[in-house]
């Protein structure tokens, strides 16, 4: 029974969704205690009991603890098997870290899944459903993983009632792949999406971004929504590299002028770009769980934040793999080495255990 504590290092709720990916995988039983015991409201939030209820279904599994507000969990694995799964978050909770949970284990499944998840698919602190779209599927496919994932339905704090699916392949195993610089620039354009509220908010966003970017015409894109998928609105600048896409967002509220939201996605752009990393900030903590089943991997990045550090930490009980972080010049480089690659049980000789 590997222990681990919730509350360590970053202390969220990746936490417990790679400790569930990698029993789910690895076969290893696993008790977290302090579940986000630093946050404002801790514990398991829906979307955390959700991927734990998800990550349950596709292996059997018996889960101890599982309820909202729970600061202790206890998980004992089955097989996973692949097939068709719906979960809904019922609240505004994201998809996207619901799917992140089972995609990476499902790549390991006995037949191809789909997957498909209700709730919240643009949500402050998250993915947005086209990043999972442009940035994870592609870094995936990287490895050799064929992934796609299919937005049904926009979901907003605090309705909720989006939807999304993800479709993935058995990969047999992944293979290592280094993400070292960016390469040339293929596309960039923002999106401003827009449900239920003015098309004013759109354009003022785009205008903004147009300014600050020297962008225009078909690389500022006004995105209406049908009305009863919002209110909400979302600001996305994708940027495509020869070797990396990266998406960056800010999510609008009502109390936030339509300047503050572009200025903040402008922002996060302005910093990718003036380092020589090859992936932003999320990419780089949401790689390392597939880099670490692939056996090995490397990317450089502007730096290295605590959340991917811990998560580090958390991969490290289940597998035999060792994470290394470097700096030269301002770049950070985060390098994965393992004697092999996972390969799911039918094709292994024995678990690993650490
Ligand atoms: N704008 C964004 N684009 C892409 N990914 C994002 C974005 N914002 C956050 N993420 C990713 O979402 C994940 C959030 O993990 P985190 O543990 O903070 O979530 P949580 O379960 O909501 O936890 P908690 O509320 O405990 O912090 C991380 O992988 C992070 O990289």
Redesign the pocket.
């Known amino acids: 029974m590997i222990e681990l504590n919730g509350a360590a290092g ?8 790679s400790a569930l990916t990698l029993s789910v995988l690895t076969g290893q039983a696993f008790r977290i205690r302090d579940i ?1 015991a630093n ?1 404002s409201k801790p514990g398991l ?1 829906r ?2 009991l959700v991927a734990v209820q998800a990550a349950a279904e596709v292996c059997g599994a018996q889960a101890e603890g599982a309820h909202v507000g729970s600061l202790q969990l206890s998980f004992s694995p089955g097989a996973i098997r692949g097939g068709d799964y719906r979960f809904a978050i019922g609240t505004a909770g ?1 998809c ?2 619901v799917l ?1 949970t089972l995609v990476p284990a499902l790549l390991f499944a006995d037949r191809p899944s789909t997957v498909r998840v209700a709730g919240g698919t643009h949500n ?5 459903a086209q ?1 999972l779209q442009r ?1 994870y599927a592609r870094a995936l496919a990287d490895m050799g993983a064929a992934v796609g994932f299919e937005l049904h339905r926009f979901g907003f704090y605090p309705a909720g009632g989006g939807a999304i699916t993800a479709m993935v392949q058995p990969c047999g195993v992944l293979r290592p792949f280094e993400w070292m610089a960016r390469g040339a620039r293929v596309a960039a354009y923002a999106e401003s999406f827009v449900a239920g509220i003015s098309a004013n908010v759109a354009r003022r966003e785009l205008d903004s971004v147009g300014a600050a970017m020297g962008w225009e015409g078909s690389q500022l894109r006004e995105r209406g929504l049908p009305g009863e998928q919002g209110p909400g609105n979302a600001l996305l600048i994708t940027l495509e590299h020869e070797h990396v896409t990266e ?3 800010a999510i609008g509220e009502k109390s936030i002028p339509s300047d503050a939201v572009a200025r903040a996605v402008v922002k ?1 752009v302005r910093r990718y770009l003036a380092s020589e990393g090859a992936v932003g ?6 790689l390392m769980l597939p880099m670490a089943l692939a056996g090995g991997g490397r990317y450089t990045t502007a730096s290295i ?1 605590l ?1 991917a550090r811990t ?1 580090a930490q958390v991969i490290e009980r289940f597998l035999p793999v060792r994470f290394e972080f470097g700096e030269q010049g301002g770049v950070h480089t985060c390098l994965v080495e393992a004697a092999s690659a996972y390969k799911p049980p039918a094709q292994r000789s024995a678990v690993p255990v650490k």
Do not use: Y
């Open positions: 970053e202390g969220g709720g990746q936490i417990l969704r986000r946050r939030m979307q955390h994201s996207t870290l992140q402050p602190m998250a993915p947005p990043f940035a998406v960056f967002t996060d900030e999320h990419l780089a903590d949401q934040s959340h998560n």
